[in-house]
Structure formats: structure tokens, C-alpha cells
């Protein structure tokens, strides 16, 4: 049976302009992070993005879907140097005061030689017509073990306090 | 001055770091960088949206009918 285990864990008393986990350990099976995130971008929404292991090289691809509540699109990218989760699971400052958004991201297998698949479903809150909310599929095209992971917004320049960053390791998946 | 904060998992320790004048152009210029990435993106999704839309209007079909005829 797959069991979840705290590895670490933050929530912001102040805003901060990047969380990295560092000396992420090599004793589970795959990971997890539950992100819950504002940050001081002036709109409803931001992104999140996320770099591996301090790779900035263009490793990065993924495809997303989203829906606002009234459109909904797919696109995607390829050779980016970074990830980023397109507009879903941040809440910009102009939404529903005191709201994050919600982010779940799922790295299987981070530890095995081989490029990494991942996936993200984000999900904002709003308490208007429109709220965003996508699922991504992505890839770091990487062999090396996952060891860090460090998160900024696209848009804003700082996550807001309250943002909370957690972190599992699953055994057993 | 704006800070990172970074977690070692290895001993639990959050560290707070306030940002070096580098680090701060490094980061707005990601920034502006991802931001236009995300910009050109959607760009792009809304034309294949709009081109969607005319080539069903001038093949005179809906949505579902042209899945209809695909499936």
C-alpha cells in the first residue's frame, strides 16, 4: 500500500519571491506537492513556474488544457526553459480577497535514469463568473535524480503570505 | 527588499534570503520572458480558435457535426 510522508513543508508569514525545496532525499518511490497560492500579480490569475534541479536549459514540455468557466483551449510548449502551469492553481491579487488557488503536481519515478514525465492540476478560486482551472501533462527531458525544485510566479513578482508549499514523498507507489 | 525562501528537506531548516541586485534583474527578466511566452501562446490558441470557427462557418457544419463526421 502506497503511503504519503511529510518530507517538508512551508507557508509563507511574509511574501517571498521564490521557495526552493533543496536536498530533496532519494528514499521514495515518487513525489508530490499541494501548493495553495497567491501571488501580488495584478489580475485574477497567475502561473506558476518551476525549474528542476537548477536546469534552465530548454528541457521542459508540456500540453495543458484550460476552462474559465465560459471558453475552454488547449495549446502547449516545447523547449521551454522552465515549467509553467498556464494561468491555472495561482490566484492573481484582483481575485475574491483572502482566495488561493490549488495546485497539485505528481512526479512519478524521480529518482530512475530516465527523462521525467510529471503532472499538475490547478485549480483557482474566485468568487465571480470566471475562474481558471487546467490540468498539464509535462516532461523534463533529464536523466539525473530530482534533488530540487524551486517555484516562482510568471506574472507577479512575489508568492503573498499564506501560500503554502508541501512537499510528500510516496513510498511504495 | 524582496527574499527566497528555501527549504532544506535534509534538516528541516527554512532559510530566508533576501535577493542579490543579480538576482532580482535575473529574475525580472524571466519573468518578462515567461510572461511574453505566455502571452505569444495565447496568441496563438486564439487563432486556432478563430480559424476553427471560420472554417465551420464556411463550410456552413457546427461543431458537433463536424465530430459527427470525424468519428
Not at chain 1, 518530507?7 to 528514499?27: E, Q
Not at chain 1, 497539485?104 to 463568473?129: C, D, H, R
Not at chain 2, 525562501?5 to 534570503?17: A, K, L, N
Not at chain 2, 495565447?42 to 470557427?53: D, F, L
Request: aromatic share 8%; charged share 15%; net charge negative.
Amino acid at each position: 500500500m502506497a503511503t504519503y510522508t511529510l518530507i517538508s513543508s512551508n507557508v509563507l508569514a511574509s511574501s517571498a519571491a521564490s521557495v526552493t525545496f533543496s536536498a530533496i532525499p532519494a528514499t521514495y518511490t515518487d513525489l508530490v506537492l499541494r501548493l495553495s497560492l497567491r501571488t501580488n500579480n495584478s489580475g485574477l490569475n497567475d502561473s506558476l513556474s518551476m525549474i528542476i534541479n537548477s536546469d534552465t536549459a530548454t528541457n521542459y514540455s508540456f500540453r495543458w488544457l484550460r476552462g474559465n468557466g465560459a471558453a475552454a483551449s488547449s495549446s502547449s510548449a516545447t523547449s521551454a526553459s522552465a515549467f509553467s502551469s498556464n494561468a491555472g492553481g495561482v490566484n492573481g491579487d484582483t481575485s475574491t480577497a483572502n482566495t488561493f488557488g490549488s495546485i497539485e503536481l505528481y512526479i512519478p519515478s524521480y529518482t530512475v535514469s530516465q527523462n521525467k514525465p510529471f503532472s499538475l492540476m490547478g485549480v483557482g478560486e474566485n468568487n465571480a463568473t470566471t475562474a481558471y482551472m487546467n490540468p498539464i501533462a509535462a516532461l523534463w527531458s533529464n536523466t539525473s535524480t530530482i534533488t530540487q525544485l524551486n517555484f516562482t510566479p510568471v506574472s507577479g513578482t512575489s508568492f503573498l503570505s499564506g501560500s503554502s508549499f508541501y512537499l510528500y514523498g510516496i513510498s511504495n507507489a | 527588499m524582496p527574499h527566497k525562501v528555501i527549504v532544506d528537506c535534509s534538516t528541516g531548516e527554512i532559510t530566508e534570503v533576501e535577493l542579490t541586485a543579480e538576482e532580482i534583474k535575473d529574475m525580472e527578466a524571466a519573468q518578462k520572458a515567461a510572461e511574453a511566452e505566455r502571452k505569444a501562446q495565447e496568441v496563438i490558441a486564439a487563432a486556432k480558435e478563430t480559424a476553427k470557427t471560420a472554417l465551420l462557418d464556411k463550410l456552413g457544419i457546427t461543431a458537433e457535426e463536424a465530430k459527427l463526421l470525424l468519428s
